[in-house]
C-alpha cells in the first residue's frame, strides 16, 4: 500500500480482488445460496419477495423485453418513485444486457424531454402519477402519438428513438388501467414471456461482459442541465460489493432506504449492495417520509439506513421519536451532503447507530470513493469521509496547475481505478473535460488528505467564496452554525459584494418551536471562527431549495438572495 507519498496521493489494494463477473451472473449465485430470505419488502405497496420470488419475476420480466422487441444495448428509461417494480426493471434490463435509464421523478416535461433526447431512450417505463406530478399529462404533451390507436412503434421528430412506452401502477397489482391507446401494459410485456424460451433468456446473459455499459444516470444538476454519466457491470457492481464488505453487511441484515432509487445511493448503495450479499432491502416509501421512514424500520428490525443529512435531520425531529423499538438498528450511510459532526453525534447516540458511516463520491465514480469504518477513531469519523474504497487511487491537486498538493493542503480531488465512468453519454467533449489523460476523474470538489488517506471535504471548488482575497470555505462554517442548539439545519454560500468582492450569507432553519435572532448567531460565532468568516447576511428560513436527493440547491438560493438584495438596495 501507498504511504501517502509523494504528496497528497493514495491508493488501496484489497485482500479480495475484484469481481470478474455481471450483475446476473453474481445475483444468480446469491438467489441459489439465500432462495428463501426476504429479498425485498415494500411497506407502500404491503408486497414482500424471497429471493427465489425475486428471481423468478426478474427472469419474467426480462422474457418480457425480449419479446417486445427489446434486447442487449437497447436504452431502456424509468421514470418512477421507489417500488417493487423499479427493482425488478433494474435487474431484468441487466439480465438481457440492456442500459437502463434512471429519470428523476421529480423532472418536469423540458427535463424529462432533454433527458429522452439526451440518452436516446428507445423504450420508457412509467407510473401514472405522483402527488403533484401528472406523469401521463406531461408525457403525452410531447409525445402526442400516444393519444391515437395503438402502432408497433412510435413516431416522433422531437423523440426519434422511443418507440414503446409502459405504465404500471405500484398500487394497482393488476396494472391494467390503460390511459391512452399507444401506451403498452405492464401485463402485455409479462404476457410477451411467453414467445421466449428460458434458454434463450440464458444465452443473452451468456453473451454480456462485465464491461458492457449497463446504466445512465444524470448528474443531480445542481448547476445547470444533467450529464448523461455512462456505468457498467463492473463499475456498480464492485462498487456494491466492496461497500457492503466495508459495511460489514451479511444475509442478516436488513436496509431501510428511503433515498431514491433513480440515483445512485438508491441503486447502487442500496438495492445492489443488498442483493450482493443475500441482505433485505425495506422500502418504507414511494418518496421519503421521515414517519413512515422510521416506523418500517421498526416494524421490519431494519439493521441499517441510508440517507443524507437532511433526511437524518428530519427523521431525528418526529414528533413519536422516543416511542419507536429502534435497538435492532446498527449502522447505515450518511452521504450525499456534507454532514456536521452535531449531527453525526445525535445519529449514533439517539438513532441507535454506533456504526454509522460517513460516505462520498459522486456519480461519475459509482458512486462511492470514500467511507469511514466502524473501527475509525471518535475524531476521524466526525471531521473525515474515512478513506477509499480498496482497488481505487485519490489524489489532491492544485487546481490550476494540476500538481499534486502536499498533504494537508486543499485542492481538488481527483480518482482513479476500476470504479470511473464510461463517460458521458453522447458529449466527448464533457467527458473529456472530466477524465483527464492520465484517467483522472476531477471531481470539482475541495478537500485536504493526511498520511494515512483520510480525506476531509471543504467544499464545492465553485462554492468556495472569496472575500477581500481570503479563501472561505463554507463547509467549516456550516459544521460550526450548526452546533447552535436552536439550528435544524444551516447553508452557507457567497454573494456579491461590490468591496470584497463576496460576502458571507447564511440560511438557518430553526427546530421547531425555537426563536434566536441575527444577531444570536453572530455572538454565536464570534470568537470561534475567523471575524471575516462570520456571516455578513444571515436569513431565516422555514426550508431549503433541494434536488429531490436532498441536495442543497446553493445555486438558486444565490440567485434568491442576490434579487432580493437588489431589491433592498433599491428601496
Request: glycine share 8%; net charge negative.
Amino acid at each position: 500500500m501507498n504511504q501517502g507519498r509523494p504528496g497528497s496521493y493514495f491508493h488501496r489494494g484489497g485482500t479480495q480482488p475484484l469481481l470478474g463477473t455481471t450483475i446476473p451472473g453474481h445475483l444468480a449465485e446469491v438467489a441459489a445460496r439465500f432462495p428463501g430470505h426476504d429479498a425485498v419488502v415494500c411497506a407502500h405497496q404491503q408486497r414482500h419477495l424471497s429471493y427465489a420470488a425475486l428471481a423468478d419475476q426478474v427472469d419474467r420480466l426480462a422474457r418480457g423485453l425480449l419479446g417486445v422487441g427489446f434486447t442487449k444495448g437497447d436504452r431502456i428509461g424509468i421514470w418512477s418513485t421507489n417500488n417493487i417494480e423499479w427493482l425488478l426493471l433494474q435487474l431484468a434490463t441487466a439480465r438481457i444486457g440492456a442500459v437502463l435509464v434512471n429519470i428523476n421523478p421529480a423532472y418536469r416535461s423540458r427535463e424529462l424531454v432533454h433527458a429522452l433526447q439526451r440518452a436516446e431512450v428507445q423504450g420508457l417505463f412509467i407510473i401514472p402519477a405522483f402527488r403533484s406530478s401528472d406523469y401521463v399529462a406531461m408525457l403525452v404533451e410531447s409525445l402526442p402519438e400516444l393519444t391515437r390507436p395503438a402502432a408497433t412503434t412510435l413516431a416522433n421528430p422531437q423523440l426519434p428513438a422511443l418507440s414503446r412506452v409502459v405504465i404500471y401502477d405500484p398500487h394497482d397489482p393488476d396494472h391494467t388501467r390503460r390511459p391512452y391507446p399507444g401506451f403498452l401494459i405492464w401485463p402485455e410485456v409479462m404476457a410477451a414471456a411467453e414467445q421466449v424460451t428460458q434458454a434463450t433468456l440464458e444465452k443473452a446473459s451468456a453473451s454480456l461482459d462485465r464491461d458492457d455499459a449497463i446504466n445512465i444516470q444524470f448528474t443531480s444538476g445542481t448547476t445547470g442541465f444533467p450529464k448523461a454519466v455512462v456505468l457498467t457491470h463492473h463499475n456498480i457492481l464492485n462498487n456494491a460489493w466492496f461497500s457492503a464488505r466495508a459495511m460489514h453487511f451479511t444475509e442478516q441484515d436488513r436496509l431501510c432506504v428511503p433515498v431514491p432509487f433513480y440515483h445512485c445511493f438508491g441503486m447502487v448503495l442500496a438495492n445492489l449492495l443488498c442483493l450482493s450479499v443475500g441482505a433485505c432491502l425495506v422500502i418504507p416509501c414511494a418518496h421519503f417520509d421521515a414517519t413512515a421512514v422510521m416506523q418500517a424500520i421498526a416494524k421490519e428490525r431494519c439493521t441499517a439506513v441510508h440517507g443524507v443529512p437532511t433526511m437524518f435531520i428530519a427523521m431525528l425531529e418526529i414528533p413519536q421519536f422516543r416511542t419507536l423499538e429502534l435497538s435492532s438498528m446498527r449502522t447505515g450511510i450518511m452521504a450525499g451532503a456534507p454532514c456536521p459532526p452535531a449531527l453525526l453525534q445525535r445519529v449514533m447516540n439517539d438513532l441507535h447507530c454506533p456504526e454509522i458511516l460517513i460516505g462520498y463520491g459522486e456519480t461519475e465514480a459509482s458512486p462511492l470513493t470514500h467511507l469511514t469504518t466502524r473501527d475509525d477513531s471518535a475524531g476521524r469519523r466526525i471531521k473525515s469521509v474515512g478513506r477509499n474504497l480498496p482497488h481505487q487511487e485519490v489524489k489532491v491537486v492544485d487546481p490550476g496547475s494540476g500538481q499534486t498538493l502536499a498533504l494537508g493542503d486543499v485542492g481538488e480531488i481527483c480518482f482513479r481505478g476500476y470504479h470511473i465512468m464510461q463517460g458521458y453519454y453522447g458529449d466527448p467533449e464533457a467527458t473529456a473535460r472530466a477524465i483527464d489523460t492520465s484517467g483522472w476523474l476531477h471531481s470539482g470538489d475541495l478537500g485536504s488528505m493526511d498520511a494515512d488517506g483520510y480525506l476531509q471535504i471543504s467544499g464545492r471548488l465553485k462554492e468556495m467564496i472569496i472575500r477581500g482575497g481570503e479563501n472561505i470555505y463554507p463547509r467549516e462554517i456550516e459544521d460550526f452554525i450548526f452546533t447552535h442548539p436552536k439550528v435544524a439545519e444551516v447553508a452557507v454560500f457567497g454573494v456579491p459584494d461590490a468591496y470584497y468582492g463576496e460576502q458571507v450569507m447564511a440560511w438557518i432553519q430553526l427546530h421547531a418551536g425555537e426563536r434566536v435572532t441575527e444577531d444570536e448567531i453572530r455572538a454565536f460565532c464570534k470568537g470561534n471562527i475567523a471575524h471575516f468568516k462570520i456571516p455578513a447576511y444571515i436569513w431565516f428560513v422555514d426550508e431549503f431549495p433541494m434536488t429531490v436527493t436532498g441536495k442543497l440547491q446553493k445555486f438558486r438560493m444565490r440567485e434568491i438572495a442576490m434579487e432580493r438584495l437588489k431589491i433592498e438596495a433599491r428601496d
